[in-house]
Structure formats: C-alpha cells, structure tokens
C-alpha cells in the first residue's frame, strides 16, 4: 500500500477523534476521543518510519504507547473522584469556575 | 524491511550521565521524599518539603557548576543539550519549584491536605519533566518532558480531593491538555514526515538545505508547522486557546498555581523557541505570521480579560495570558537578540509572578475563598507586610521601573523593534498601559479604601442555578437574604464550604511562606536595578542556542 493510504487513514481517525472531543460530554467518551488521536498520530508515525526506514518513528510509538497508559490511569482516577462526591460526570455540570 | 542497525550501537558514557545532572538530583530528590514520607511520623511531614528544597538547591548548585566548566554538548546522542539556554532555563525553573516548595507546607496544612508524600513528589516530578522539556533537542524529548511535567500537574490540580473546584480545575486540565498534546503530536508525526527526523539540528539542516532556499514548502511540513504551533499555543495559553487557564488557575491548590504558571512558562516557551526559533528558524516564512496573529490576538484578549475579573486570583491567571502574548512577540521577532529578550522576560515573569501569587496564597482562607478585589480593600492597614509585597510584584507586573518587570518589557519591546517588528512592539507597549489599570486597582485597593466590614464573599464561588445568590443580592440583602440562598448553595455544591463568607480569624503567615516571599521580592528589585547580569546571562544563553 501507499504512505498515502496510511496517512489518509491516520487523518481520518484523528479528525474523527477531535470531533468527538468536541462533541462529546461524557469524560469517559471525550477521554476514548483523545486515545483516538493519540492511536491515529502511531499509525501515522509507523507509516512514516516504514517508508523512511528510520527508527525515529518507532521510537516515539513507544514513547505515546506509555504516556498513553500513564494518562488513562491518571484520568480515571480523577473521573472517579468527582464521580464520588458528585454522582454524575457530564461535563456540563463542571461549571463551578467560569467568568 | 530493514532498520539501520547502527542506531542502535550507542552507549551512553559516564559524560552522558553528568550532562543530566540536574535532573537526575531533582529526580533522586522526588524519589527520597516519597521514601521518606514513609518513614517519617504524620506530624512531621513539613519536613519533606525540606528535603526536597536540598535537593532543588543541590540541582541549583550543580547546573552553575556547569554553567562555568560544563562542555555544553547534547547527552544520549544528541536527546537531551545541556546548553546554556537549557541551564538558564533549568535555574529558573529551580527557583520556581523551590519557591513552590516554600510555599506548601503553611498551605498545604491550612487546606487540609493530607498526603504529604504524594504532594511534594509530584511537585518535584512536575519540575523534572519542566527541565527535561526545556533542555529537549529531540522532539521525542520536547514530547517526554511535557508529559512528564502535565501528568503531574493534571494530579496536583486536582489535588484537594474534596473541594469540587479543584476537581474540576484537575478534570479540565486533564482533558484540555490531553487534547492538546494529541494535536502537539500530530504536528510532529507529520514534521517527522516531512524531514524524516526527530532531532532538532536534524530538522535545521534539512529545512536549511530544502525547504529554505526554493521557498517551496510541501504541505506536509506545513501542516506538521501548524499543529506544532497549535499545540504549543494551547501550552503556552496564548489566545484563542487560553480558555482552560484561568479555571486551572483558580481552581489548584494556589501552591501549585505559583509554581505551575512559572514553570510551564518556561518550560513551553524554551521548547517552542527551540523547535520554531532555531530548528525552524530557517522556514521562519511559513510559522511567523500565524504565530504574528496569535501574539497579538494574545496581548490584546489577555488583557482585556483581565480587567474585567474581580477575583485576583482569576486576573492575575489572565494576566499570565497577556504576559504569554510579550514571550510570543519575542518568539515571533526570532533574532538572537529576541531570545535573550524572551530569557530575561521568563526570569523576570518568574520572580514577579510568584510573589504576587504568593501574597495570594498567604490571604486564601482555608475553605478557599478571600481572593476577590473586595477583600484586599484596605489591605495595608491590617497586613502591612503582605501588601507591600504585593504591592511591588504588581507594579512588576505593570512594567514599571525600576523593577524586573520593567527590565523584561524593555528587553522584548526593544529586541522588536531592533528585529523589525515595530507595529508588535506597540501593540506590545499599547496594551501594556491597559494591564496598568488593572494591577494598579489592587494596589489602589489595598492603599485607599476602606475595609467593609462583613461584606458576604461575592458571587465567584456561588453554584450554578443559584441565582439569588449573585453578588447584587448577596451585597444588597441583609442575612437573611444570604441565608436564604445557603441550602440551595449547600446541595448543589455540596463539599463546597458554604458560599457566604465566615469571619474567619486571620491566621498566621509561615516563616517558609515569608521567606519565600522575601525571596522574591528581592529578585524583583535587585534585577530590577541591575538588570546587567541577567541580561548577560541570557544573552549568554541565546548565544549557545541561535548563532
């Protein structure tokens, strides 16, 4: 397949992510958005390193795979925090601080 | 497929070691304090913000050392520099976390947070990934560092657990930022494309040999450019993607305010000079103008948001907007000069900032609240020394001499107009008159006007779908009135102490808490009136970064 394939690939799942950032008011879901992006910019990376034959790009897969995990555990142990005091977690109920 | 294995032939040597010496003190630090904790009985636990002070002060130690007799060269194969921007950058970035540091135990007890341990490592970490983002000369690094350091911030954001507006402060962070990185990341997959590298000096000579010469920019490297710039405007808080900034700010422990609104300053802003002011340097045609527009998007909306807040706490958060707005004119200009301006503005910005924010932390009550305009009025009578402090930042702040603040502006405006950029230079001047007005209505506040005694706190704190208890009603009803709004109040915020203010006994400012204030102070004023040996040091610094 061509590089194009990929990246076009790659573009269409970050835009898709993006959009459900926005659009989206579960932080669970804007949270699976932005896991998203994050998957489509290593497809990209993985593309490019393929048709580069640099290790660069692999390098930095690895790197995003770990901060990746590290960012989901520190998410949902926010996510539960407010879940317990609040009892519910849409976004639009977040409004204490605004001006 | 096959990889060049010479990659992979690299051994890092006892030099390698030593180039990241400050951070591997600062780290050590973090990881001796989470220890410690363990060991030390729950009535001790101020001391760990000791320990970790010796380790800042250790790491502070060791980067002038390499300041005078470092070789400057880049560690692990050209991942990490240890340049002097790095080291400048480190030592600022060192101030800030030991401030932070000096700060927190008074807070942190008067807040009621319990998990000491956690606190000051993560506090420790937060300044290790600022380092490492500023000492970066890979992409990889830029990306490692700024994680690093936003993992733990989005954890102290969120920091007292029970209080709703810091776990809305740690959520929006949390997800704003995320979202952030992802576009960051983008750029840099596509930037990685387009060149076919991570490391900067890589990135330089390829676009220098290029892209520069035919002006023939491919798409690819475009893009890649503009989420880059993208992301980092969202770091950097610049206008229009500032919009998370002020409700962070408020809502984190103010601890961690002071010592974050600094150091990711400095941290951002030393990466993005180095991946567009040098790296990009050469295609400077494609980014500037895009960064011309948000530099000046950024002075002007920062400014005006600020003077619209009665909070201070929230202005000065806007006010760290503005001040984004001159770092970018620096970055925009592009000259060596222009980066030793932006130096000298990150150090100045640092010991200014943290002072005002400071004396704010020492005033917050321990439910949180006592931070609006109102309850600095006559501030000088009752807490003489606290609005002096005060007092000097905000005239930092405002740019006039003979203060740091001064020193900074007049770096970067003049480096501008030197490098070309005049209409920037007096967008710059134009709109820092209008951030006067509203530094100067807090000190006009403290000086001038009368206390009123037991005002009701004003309408920031109060929950949403509570409309009788905005601040009209709350100011013009007796309390009755107030008391009326309370249980509404009480259900919909319910860990939230309740939104009317209590007389609260003015409690007692730590001796940390002072020194850390006297600390600043002094470097406000002292670099204020000698401002040639930051001005030497950066201009030092930007000599190792752009030639």
């Known amino acids: 397949m061509p590089l194009n394939a990929y990246l076009i690939v790659g573009a269409l799942l970050f835009t898709i992510g993006a959009a459900g950032v926005l659009v989206r008011r579960n932080p669970l879901v804007m949270f699976m958005s932005i896991e998203l992006m994050l998957n489509a910019v290593n497809l990209s990376f993985m593309a490019f390193a393929h048709f580069l034959d640099s290790v660069d790009g692999w390098m930095f897969v690895f790197l995003v795979l770990t901060v990746a995990a590290a960012e989901v555990v520190v998410g949902l142990a926010i996510i539960v925090a407010i879940f317990r005091t609040r009892r519910e977690i849409d976004v639009d109920e977040l409004n204490t601080l605004k001006g | 497929m096959i990889l060049a294995s010479s990659v992979f032939d690299f051994t890092p040597t006892a030099q390698d070691w030593l180039r990241i010496l400050p951070e591997l003190i600062v780290l050590g630090a973090a990881l001796l304090v989470l220890l410690a904790d363990l060991a030390i009985p729950a009535k001790g636990r101020g001391w760990l913000a000791l320990v970790g002070l010796l380790g800042v002060v250790a790491a502070a130690v060791v980067t002038a050392g390499m300041w005078i007799s470092g070789d400057g060269l880049t560690a692990f194969n050209g991942m990490i520099a240890s340049d002097k921007a790095a080291l400048f950058a480190d030592l600022v970035i060192l101030f800030a976390a030991a401030l932070g540091l000096l700060f927190s135990p008074g807070y942190v007890e008067r807040q009621g947070i319990r998990q000491h341990g956690e606190y000051y490592t993560l506090l420790l970490l937060a300044a290790l990934g600022m380092?490492?983002?500023?000492?970066?000369?890979?992409?990889?690094?830029?990306?490692?560092?700024?994680?690093?350091?936003?993992?733990?911030?989005?954890?102290?954001?969120?920091?007292?657990?029970?209080?709703?507006?810091?776990?809305?402060?740690?959520?929006?962070?949390?997800?704003?930022?995320?979202?952030?990185?992802?576009?960051?990341?983008?750029?840099?997959?596509?930037?990685?494309?387009?060149?076919?590298?991570?490391?900067?000096?890589?990135?330089?000579?390829?676009?220098?040999?290029?892209?520069?010469?035919?002006?023939?920019?491919?798409?690819?490297?475009?893009?890649?450019?503009?989420?880059?710039?993208?992301?980092?405007?969202?770091?950097?808080?610049?206008?229009?993607?500032?919009?998370?900034?002020?409700?962070v700010y408020v809502g984190a422990p103010t601890s961690i305010t002071a010592f974050m609104s600094v150091g990711t300053k400095v941290a951002a802003f030393v990466a993005l000079a180095r991946v567009f002011m040098v790296a990009l340097g050469p295609v400077a045609a494609a980014w500037s103008p895009v960064l011309w527009a948000v530099a000046v998007l950024t002075m002007i909306g920062g400014n005006l948001y600020a003077v619209t807040q009665r909070d201070v706490k929230r202005m000065l958060a806007y006010s760290s907007v503005a001040n984004a707005g001159y770092m970018l004119v620096a970055v925009v200009t592009g000259t060596q000069q222009a980066l030793a301006a932006l130096l000298i503005?990150?150090?100045?910005?640092?010991?200014?900032?943290?002072?005002?924010?400071?004396?704010?932390?020492?005033?917050?009550?321990?439910?949180?609240?006592?931070?609006?305009?109102?309850?600095?009025?006559?501030?000088?009578?009752?807490?003489?020394?606290?609005?002096?402090?005060?007092?000097?930042?905000?005239?930092?702040?405002?740019?006039?001499?003979?203060?740091?603040?001064?020193?900074?502006?007049?770096?970067?405006?003049?480096?501008?107009?030197?490098?070309?950029?005049?209409?920037?230079?007096?967008?710059?001047?134009?709109?820092?008159?209008?951030?006067?007005?509203?530094?100067?209505?807090?000190?006009?506040?403290?000086?001038?006007?009368?206390?009123?005694?037991?005002?009701?706190?004003?309408?920031?704190?109060?929950?949403?779908?509570?409309?009788?208890?905005?601040?009209?009603?709350?100011?013009?009803?007796?309390?009755?009135?107030?008391?009326?709004?309370?249980?509404?109040?009480?259900?919909?915020?319910?860990?939230?102490?309740?939104?009317v203010s209590v007389a609260e006994t003015p409690h007692v400012v730590y001796p940390g808490t002072w020194l850390a204030l006297a600390l600043a102070l002094i470097a406000t004023i002292a670099l204020g009136i000698l401002p040639g040996a930051l001005v030497d040091l950066a201009t030092q610094a930007a000599q190792s970064l752009l030639r």
């Open chain 2, 131 to 247: 380092m490492l983002m500023a000492s970066a000369a890979s992409l990889l690094i830029v990306f490692a560092g700024l994680e690093v350091l936003s993992l733990a911030l989005y954890i102290l954001s969120a920091f007292i657990v029970a209080r709703p507006r810091s776990q809305e402060a740690g959520m929006k962070y949390f997800i704003l930022s995320s979202f952030a990185s992802a576009f960051l990341l983008y750029g840099m997959a596509l930037t990685y494309g387009a060149t076919g590298a991570t490391a900067l000096t890589a990135i330089h000579d390829f676009v220098a040999r290029h892209a520069a010469p035919t002006g023939d920019f491919r798409p690819l490297l475009l893009a890649g450019l503009g989420l880059m710039a993208v992301g980092f405007c969202f770091k950097v808080s610049a206008v229009p993607f500032q919009a998370w900034t002020p409700d």
């Open chain 2, 345 to 499: 503005y990150l150090a100045a910005y640092a010991t200014m900032n943290l002072g005002a924010f400071g004396v704010v932390l020492a005033l917050e009550r321990s439910d949180g609240l006592g931070t609006v305009l109102e309850d600095f009025n006559g501030l000088a009578r009752r807490r003489r020394g606290l609005a002096a402090v005060l007092a000097v930042c905000l005239l930092a702040l405002a740019g006039i001499p003979p203060t740091v603040g001064f020193a900074g502006k007049f770096a970067v405006f003049y480096a501008a107009i030197a490098g070309g950029r005049l209409e920037l230079a007096i967008i710059g001047v134009l709109t820092s008159v209008l951030g006067m007005f509203y530094y100067l209505r807090v000190i006009w506040a403290m000086y001038f006007v009368e206390p009123q005694p037991a005002r009701p706190a004003p309408a920031f704190v109060v929950a949403p779908a509570a409309p009788p208890a905005s601040a009209s009603a709350a100011a013009s009803s007796s309390t009755g009135g107030v008391a009326v709004a309370e249980p509404r109040i009480a259900t919909t915020v319910r860990a939230d102490p309740a939104a």
